[in-house]
């Protein structure tokens, strides 16, 4: 079938109909099933970072090499093996009358007070009540489906009993194939998530079903407060599991825990027993009769005392959304390749496809770590959500970015109250926040400013990709009640005649305190673009120019330079003599890169300023997306095999899993925003930007080392 049949049915199927469709730019289509192909995921051993996933975009499920969540122990350093959605959240029981204002925290700027919601360390109650807000509401784990296996003498199955491990992860189904083998009998299990509903299912082939020996064990935890887990399996007495039999084919088990209220039901073939041989564990007992089961684990908030789908139709509808999902949007071939690298560049752009499709496509901008396991208590961070989901728009996946933005409108009124407690217009995005847009306490989080622009970002995105009024009346109230912000938040020196950021905001480099920040090189920029584009959404819409905003733009302050550098800050003289100063992230060069080049920006300044931050910055101590942030400055700048140099950086935090996870540290496995950052600065370094005109390819080298073909992708702005 063609690229644009495909296209159409992918958009008949989610309800988009955009005016325009990129054509593949190719004379010769790619082989996109082979491309795909060559880079499934085996696993031949029990490996804590080498767990796979299924998912949808709303719900993942992640499993070690039995194909279910058999051994999750072992994993529990490592990828651990969590099922999560996106609805699935829990708060402890506010026994002790927290209140959110306990812990506001007034900041001196420009002659008045600001209140910031910061995380106390003393006094007690304040210590506590910051606890209470950062840990609540936090992500769930909604149950952990795994075998139980027993040896033939009778004993459990240890890891090690396993023997001849054989894991394949299906790129182009979304199905993840395992075969091991127990005292020498074969075991076979197909498990594939539902891409329409928080549904798995296995299907599994053995000998031992006919003997007892194998069955299905799916137990419940209740919720933790803990940083990175999302389970409790020491407090049994906090929760309730109440089991109701569904005919002679399937169950449903009601979950309470505390004020949260869940469903979880069951469809299984032939005629197998369930029991409740403890409080919140079930298990699926095979009646002897078939050496095949299948069974499917439908979650949901609430539900009918209905079967869900079966096993098999979910591994259908897996196969046909999947196929989709790869014959549509954008794709990169890069086999003929010379140069060493381009392997595995290779490998990373089409994992990071799959992994940010199953993990980041979702109704509400994700957690840093997915539908995997909890980081920050499960909490998004809207600094990150550009680098989760705007390469959906780069790679023709538009209807994927879009299914997060309408969160904003649910966080909208928690926005705008946040703006107006701080004596500020419009509204103000949180940082770190929840599915319902409260701000956590920190002592960074809500001092940061540079999420503000991305909404302006997505809907010019969404503008760029349909180009119709619809698109422009369906967002134009959170662009404007943005942008408002903005313009109030910038302050107007009345000595120096110019309009300021700060002090009262820590940069994207958060080396910086609040106390003392002004102006950071980045933030600059991204607030001079951001308005920019306020004001174009105003004239699409024959709206006059808002008077308040050209102000702003007209008097910005410039940005700050030294010694023919670019400064972090302009209250950071010394950026590049701090030690400090050259670690974390480098986002003076999202000024020109991430953002494209305004009058203000000098491109010999800034490259003066990239030489000096490739020769000299700390890299042993960044982050998986400034590797991406990097490389697409040195694609504008026209330094395209530096820009490859930045993009496969030699470095632990640029470390990319056998299943495509970027690894950054002990308690920070797997980093999404790290995925999605490579799509995007691949998409750029492919198809180019506004403007760019040159030879193909603007991001790879012209030595004949690289052989790049693409087809579907867009250009950055």
């Given at each position: 079938?063609?690229?644009?049949?495909?296209?159409?049915?992918?958009?008949?199927?989610?309800?988009?109909?955009?005016l325009?469709?990129t054509q593949?730019?190719?004379?010769?289509r790619?082989?996109?099933?082979?491309v795909?192909?060559?880079?499934?995921?085996?696993?031949?051993?029990?490996?804590?970072?080498?767990?796979l996933s299924?998912?949808?975009?709303?719900?993942?499920?992640?499993?070690?090499?039995?194909?279910l969540?058999?051994?999750?122990?072992?994993?529990?350093?490592?990828?651990?093996?969590?099922?999560?959605?996106?609805?699935?959240?829990?708060?402890f029981?506010n026994?002790?009358q927290?209140?959110?204002?306990?812990?506001?925290?007034?900041y001196?700027?420009?002659g008045?007070?600001?209140?910031?919601?910061y995380?106390?360390a003393?006094?007690?109650?304040?210590k506590?009540v910051?606890?209470?807000?950062?840990?609540?509401?936090?992500?769930?784990?909604l149950?952990?489906?795994?075998?139980?296996?027993?040896?033939a003498?009778?004993?459990?199955?240890?890891?090690?009993?396993?023997?001849?491990?054989?894991?394949?992860?299906?790129?182009?189904?979304?199905?993840i194939?395992s075969?091991?083998?127990?005292n020498?009998q074969?075991?076979d299990?197909?498990?594939v998530?539902?891409?329409?509903q928080?549904q798995?299912?296995?299907?599994?082939?053995?000998?031992?079903?006919?003997?007892?020996?194998?069955?299905?064990?799916?137990c419940?935890?209740?919720?933790?407060g803990?940083?990175?887990?999302?389970?409790d399996?020491q407090?049994?007495?906090?929760?309730?599991?109440?089991?109701?039999?569904?005919?002679?084919?399937?169950?449903?088990?009601?979950r309470?825990?505390?004020?949260?209220h869940?469903?979880?039901?069951?469809?299984?073939?032939?005629?197998?027993?369930?029991?409740?041989?403890?409080r919140?564990?079930f298990?699926?007992?095979?009646?002897?009769q078939?050496d095949?089961l299948?069974v499917?684990?439908h979650?949901?908030?609430?539900?009918?005392?209905?079967?869900?789908?079966?096993?098999a139709d979910?591994?259908?509808?897996s196969?046909q959304?999947?196929?989709?999902?790869?014959?549509?949007?954008?794709?990169?071939?890069?086999?003929?390749?010379?140069?060493?690298?381009?392997?595995?560049?290779?490998?990373r752009i089409?994992?990071?496809?799959?992994l940010?499709?199953?993990?980041?496509?979702?109704s509400m901008p994700?957690?840093e770590?997915?539908?995997?396991?909890n980081?920050?208590?499960?909490?998004?961070?809207?600094?990150?959500?550009?680098w989760h989901?705007a390469?959906f728009?780069?790679w023709?996946?538009?209807?994927?970015?879009?299914?997060?933005?309408?969160?904003y409108r649910t966080?909208?009124h928690k926005?705008?109250?946040?703006?107006?407690?701080q004596g500020?217009?419009?509204i103000r995005?949180?940082?770190?926040?929840?599915?319902?847009g409260?701000?956590?306490?920190?002592?960074v989080?809500?001092?940061?400013i540079?999420?503000?622009?991305h909404?302006?970002?997505?809907?010019?995105?969404?503008?760029?990709?349909?180009?119709n009024?619809?698109?422009?009346?369906?967002?134009?109230d959170?662009?404007?009640?943005?942008?408002?912000f903005m313009a109030?938040?910038?302050?107007?020196?009345p000595?120096?005649?110019r309009?300021?950021?700060?002090?009262?905001?820590?940069?994207?480099?958060e080396?910086?305190?609040?106390?003392?920040?002004?102006?950071?090189?980045?933030?600059l920029?991204?607030?001079r673009w951001?308005?920019?584009v306020?004001?174009?959404?105003?004239q699409?819409l024959?709206l006059?120019?808002n008077?308040?905003?050209?102000?702003?733009?007209?008097?910005?302050?410039?940005?700050?330079?030294?010694?023919?550098l670019?400064?972090?800050?302009?209250?950071?003289?010394?950026?590049y003599?701090?030690?400090?100063?050259?670690?974390?992230?480098?986002?003076?060069?999202g000024?020109?890169?991430?953002l494209?080049?305004?009058?203000q920006l000098?491109?010999?300044?800034?490259?003066?300023?990239?030489?000096k931050?490739?020769?000299d910055?700390?890299w042993?101590?960044?982050?998986?997306?400034?590797y991406?942030?990097t490389?697409?400055?040195a694609?504008?700048?026209?330094?395209?095999?530096?820009?490859?140099d930045?993009l496969?950086?030699?470095?632990?935090?640029?470390?990319?899993?056998?299943?495509?996870?970027?690894?950054?540290?002990?308690?920070?496995?797997?980093?999404l925003p790290?995925?999605?950052?490579l799509?995007m600065?691949?998409?750029?370094?492919?198809?180019?930007?506004?403007g760019?005109?040159?030879?193909?390819n603007?991001?790879f080298?012209k030595d004949?080392?690289?052989?790049?073909?693409?087809?579907g992708?867009?250009?950055?702005?």
């Amino acid at each position: 079938m063609t690229h644009l049949f495909y296209r159409l049915v992918l958009l008949l199927l989610t309800g988009y109909a955009p005016l325009v469709l990129t054509q593949p730019k190719p004379a010769i289509r790619i082989d996109r099933r082979a491309v795909v192909g060559r880079h499934n995921v085996v696993v031949t051993r029990f490996d804590s970072l080498q767990s796979l996933s299924v998912g949808n975009g709303e719900f993942a499920f992640t499993v070690d090499p039995t194909g279910l969540q058999t051994f999750p122990e072992l994993y529990q350093k490592g990828v651990s093996l969590g099922t999560q959605a996106q609805w699935g959240w829990h708060s402890f029981l506010n026994t002790q009358q927290y209140r959110i204002e306990e812990v506001y925290k007034d900041y001196a700027s420009h002659g008045r007070t600001v209140p910031y919601t910061y995380a106390y360390a003393a006094p007690a109650r304040k210590k506590a009540v910051s606890d209470w807000f950062r840990e609540n509401p936090h992500r769930l784990h909604l149950g952990q489906l795994g075998f139980g296996l027993t040896n033939a003498d009778g004993t459990a199955v240890r890891p090690e009993d396993l023997k001849n491990v054989w894991q394949e992860l299906d790129l182009w189904t979304g199905e993840i194939r395992s075969h091991f083998e127990l005292n020498g009998q074969p075991v076979d299990a197909v498990t594939v998530a539902h891409q329409d509903q928080d549904q798995v299912a296995v299907l599994v082939r053995s000998p031992l079903l006919k003997t007892g020996r194998i069955s299905l064990k799916l137990c419940f935890p209740y919720g933790s407060g803990d940083w990175q887990r999302a389970d409790d399996w020491q407090s049994p007495d906090k929760h309730s599991s109440q089991l109701k039999l569904l005919r002679t084919s399937g169950a449903r088990i009601d979950r309470t825990l505390d004020t949260t209220h869940y469903v979880v039901r069951m469809r299984w073939t032939g005629r197998p027993t369930l029991a409740q041989p403890e409080r919140h564990a079930f298990v699926l007992t095979p009646d002897q009769q078939s050496d095949s089961l299948a069974v499917s684990v439908h979650f949901s908030e609430k539900a009918p005392d209905e079967l869900p789908e079966s096993a098999a139709d979910t591994r259908t509808n897996s196969y046909q959304r999947w196929e989709l999902f790869w014959q549509s949007g954008g794709a990169v071939d890069l086999a003929g390749s010379t140069d060493p690298r381009s392997t595995e560049l290779e490998r990373r752009i089409i994992l990071s496809q799959y992994l940010t499709k199953i993990q980041c496509a979702g109704s509400m901008p994700p957690q840093e770590t997915g539908l995997t396991y909890n980081s920050w208590y499960g909490r998004p961070h809207l600094e990150m959500h550009w680098w989760h989901a705007a390469h959906f728009a780069q790679w023709n996946r538009i209807e994927l970015l879009e299914k997060s933005l309408d969160w904003y409108r649910t966080a909208r009124h928690k926005a705008r109250e946040l703006a107006q407690r701080q004596g500020f217009d419009g509204i103000r995005w949180q940082k770190m926040t929840d599915r319902d847009g409260n701000e956590s306490p920190s002592t960074v989080s809500p001092f940061l400013i540079w999420q503000q622009p991305h909404f302006l970002y997505f809907a010019e995105l969404c503008y760029r990709h349909y180009r119709n009024p619809t698109v422009l009346e369906k967002y134009k109230d959170l662009v404007f009640e943005t942008a408002d912000f903005m313009a109030s938040y910038a302050y107007f020196d009345p000595v120096r005649k110019r309009y300021v950021l700060g002090p009262g905001l820590i940069p994207a480099q958060e080396r910086f305190k609040p106390e003392t920040t002004v102006n950071p090189t980045f933030e600059l920029a991204y607030w001079r673009w951001g308005i920019s584009v306020a004001q174009q959404w105003r004239q699409r819409l024959r709206l006059a120019r808002n008077p308040k905003w050209d102000d702003v733009l007209k008097k910005l302050s410039s940005l700050p330079v030294q010694d023919g550098l670019y400064l972090a800050a302009e209250s950071a003289p010394d950026s590049y003599t701090a030690p400090e100063y050259m670690t974390d992230h480098p986002a003076v060069l999202g000024a020109y890169g991430f953002l494209p080049a305004s009058p203000q920006l000098d491109v010999a300044t800034m490259q003066r300023t990239f030489d000096k931050i490739m020769r000299d910055w700390h890299w042993p101590d960044t982050w998986g997306w400034d590797y991406p942030l990097t490389a697409m400055t040195a694609a504008r700048l026209g330094r395209p095999g530096q820009a490859i140099d930045a993009l496969l950086m030699p470095v632990t935090k640029n470390t990319y899993l056998p299943n495509g996870h970027n690894y950054q540290r002990d308690n920070l496995r797997i980093y999404l925003p790290g995925n999605g950052g490579l799509l995007m600065a691949v998409s750029m370094m492919c198809a180019g930007w506004d403007g760019y005109a040159g030879e193909p390819n603007p991001g790879f080298p012209k030595d004949g080392s690289w052989q790049v073909r693409w087809e579907g992708l867009n250009q950055m702005p």
